[in-house]
């Protein structure tokens, strides 16, 4: 299934000025557009509150208990780029620190998500270096085993290509193939034109029922109401 | 067990002012003074650290991954409500976001309480609209099957009637049946009334062991001290 | 395997000063300088995100939804210390809330880590008393059943003997036995010592590949890079 | 929300006749008839595969780590019951075991539904009695609290009131209301009726595709296939 | 990242010979073959111990709920494929059952493969129609919506490409790749070419650490005996 | 917490009679003559139905993801053994499956007790070599790194030491310290020994209520019968 041992060193990216603008519309928005496709399992969880990112993804296969890896990604990280780092088998172990981070952030990383473990907590949050993980353990790693940069990976139940573009925050991780960013961009703009409005008149106590036209189809649909 | 496609336009609320003063209490007391019944599940967490909310029930029964109800039900919210959304299957997509919870509010919803996911979480934070949810998640829902309104549903764990007080805090949801209300409000007050004072007592330095007797009773039971 | 119904009042605690410095490292790199073991399962979380406390072990065992032995251990404490508790049976109810964390703080308790549920989040998170536990439970809890204080126990799947280091932040909940508590002090400075010059150098943009010397032994390890 | 320290001595119970008839459909088909609804959530097993049974509802609700309940229900079993039991928090000790699987058998009881944990389970397996459970633990539990027999309780998510017909077998544990049990044995009869003829013919090598007319809605659509 | 409605009609499937002969050595052996790669998650376990299958993927996409694609899959099994079932979201419905089994099977099919529940668990097990799934569930589910039928698939945590092989048994589904399958195969078959003369010398006491030569390493490492 | 990289050679046993006559009570009865302490997790389940064993412990560390020590355990096993493996992380890849399964039978050893994962569970099942473990994984190891042999470990949640008795069968596993061997053995039989004489008293309809005189400890306690 992956190909061990290897590191694609030119791998083609998502427009980042698209990633970019997705970022904008945060994950909900983007996964709508993509009609509701791409999201990672929701056990993946910023390390603080708030946090947001959007990037092309770098990809990495780790071995249970093992960061070698990373190192060799930090490489090949360009500015904007989003490491995304699978594990061949489920261990939560904390793959990633505050060193880590220092040297993702200086090569122009927009984030990590990780469907492991990081550590450091603390000092991730402070630096404001997003990250989205499986878990946050105090339990380091080896550097023994070699894994892969920039093959396909599977990462909570995503199957991520480098160079697709990530858009994460608090309602998850969302990844957007790179041949589907621009048109998925355009969809997630669609969506969003007439949001504010939208808002605005639910805001005012207008009902959902009444401005998406619910009345009809629901009675259609059989619904009674008893007083 | 349920009865679906019904919406009850006339329910019976408990008291407002009851539910303000049982909120004032926060879950953990009124817990207690329910004789340690009505809590649910401990998965119910708050979207935000520190959120605080109580009111009367209008209860929801949702499908898996379908959202159609919370918009008929947005029209039965009174002020001092709080929706409490039941899925008829376990499903952790996003059922209530930003939109909805501008609606809900202009209509005066004290909160949310859902068996299932939300998503716009930072949004939902930034507008200080509390809700409780089983996961965040930017998974959409559709709009396609009828459940009900206003009729008993089990959320949690716990049965809610529609019209019973809701109260929750970062130490979870508890449900006080319409019928319980004044009850448990007295006996919420009647714990509280001297905690003050026993606050006062253990911050300068008295054990518990002395302020509720405890050490006859211990010894009692056969409790050695080993020098 | 545990004895019940005992209270050992004289227990042999580690050098206060120890478990300080031990603190002032955080959990990670203690738990990387005791060899990466003694870390209490990722599943113990802080109540608050920031909370970071040290100190030497209370041991107290609890039988599930009883509290009791808290009170008894809350005689114990001395100032320094962290109360470490375990359950016989996986119960997440809410043993501790604040009125016990009013006690345990005047009489100098660091904080409390606990197999278990917590209650009265908010509270605990303004007292800024430190608590790491399994769950957030408003449940509360008996006064029924004789457990014990200062005996070895297992704790989120580490052994604890009274009077071990615990060392816990964000990342979670490290133990060192008082016999390896020097020890395992020099080897975290060790670690350090030189951590601030890594960071510059990261920070710079200098490869942990190259920082590390781990271009060689990624060769020999057969890693191919591909244009 | 529960009634504590009562047993209704005298419930309306479902026919028993057509208990025992729902209990021939199965677990699968009563759901379906009952419109999707009334299911116990899935972690309910059978303690052995192959488990079957049906019978009417009688209700105990268990305090965390005490069966003393389950010895009250015993004397209110009538031959074709089965006994629902609920547990007021999380708690998967072994609340049952082959004594109490003699009385109850002796009693006349159908099996054990029970939101906690069983032991004894070899036992169990060669007695036969059927029993579902969140768990099976060998940790034994005490006898000092009261709660309550034959009152509506929550069961792993579903409501059972008293009298209702459960129908549990290797798919689950199904609760149907008595009120509905005449009309959901009348839809699940109609289900049935035609599904030998279905088998044969799939059996035979016609597609759901063709015995369902599914090509057009397929079409309408949007299928495409692609050579 | 999933086309959506669309179903592939001629896929390349690996030979069925292959398929067939890594069915005889095992999810184990052909994982340790693959070099430990391509094994979906270990909570996907078989309806009933024992059970055993290989063959040649054929891939479906299904919405939560929802299976109306496993019908529109059944008219491209060929005799000796494996259905390989992936879900939009985690939703663990039964959206298989002995009717769908009944005509899997007279297509030829030799297994299914589900992340997702199923139910009618006694027939299937009756059967003998092996099936590997996240849960078993009376719940059953609707034909409304469309995913697609051989795509590539992330199942499990695997990603999974119509044709592939799959083996499976007790011990969990391996995913091999159609270009490895036959490399795969001569490694596996490498691997148990003295497994017998391995068992024979193990059965008669000879130690592993003897047979592998392990003393020297382990000496080298470090290890120390203490009498 | 732990010493790696050492085996013990000479460790003392509890009696083997005295083990096998507890194996004999089964779990459950042990436990409860424990004072309900000593229990495993109840994650800890057998890998085939009906496995039954007792023996004295030989304990292993082992790392995730590496089966190293079982190996050198092996040459520690003596007939009447129970081999408890405890791994530093959480981590459930299969480190055991049917060659050291052999190997262990052949060295006299009656089961294993492993908290992570194992393999082969057909041949495991075949060979009826009894094994509890926390799940069944497909996953091989690696043998890299030393942990040790016959040093105090924590497993599933219990505190073993070498020579200690495990009793475990389909209920869970029971670690008994060698110290209270013979004393459990005798709470053992004596709750045992009228077991018998109650289950026919039981069979014969005969209430609980009234064989343990419960009526007025009820009535104390405040039940009410309601008609």
Known sequence: MYELGVVYRNIRRADPDVAARLGAFGAATVHEAMGRLGLMKPYMRPVYAGAQASGTAVTVL????????????AEHIRPGDIVVAAVTAECADGYFGD???????????????????????????????????????????????????????????????????????????VVVPQALAQKTLEAAAAREAN?????????????????????????KAGLKYID
């Open 62 to 73: 780790l071995h249970p208990g093992d960061n070698w890896m990373l190192h060799v990604a």
């Open 195 to 219: 949001e504010g409005e939208k808002r605005a008149k639910l805001a005012a106590g207008v009902l959902g029922l009444d401005m998406y036209n619910m009345r009809e189809p629901l009675q």
């Open 99 to 173: 060193l880590l981070a220092t040297s993702f952030k200086a090569r122009g990383a927009n984030g990590l998500v990780i469907d492991g473990g990081v550590r450091d907590a603390r000092v991730l949050t402070e630096m404001k270096f997003p990250v989205w993980s499986k878990a946050i353990s105090a339990k380091g790693t080896v550097k023994a085993t070699l894994g892969s940069v920039n093959i396909p990976v599977v990462c909570a139940g995503a199957l991520i290509t480098p160079g697709d573009v990530i858009v994460a925050d608090d309602d998850g991780v």
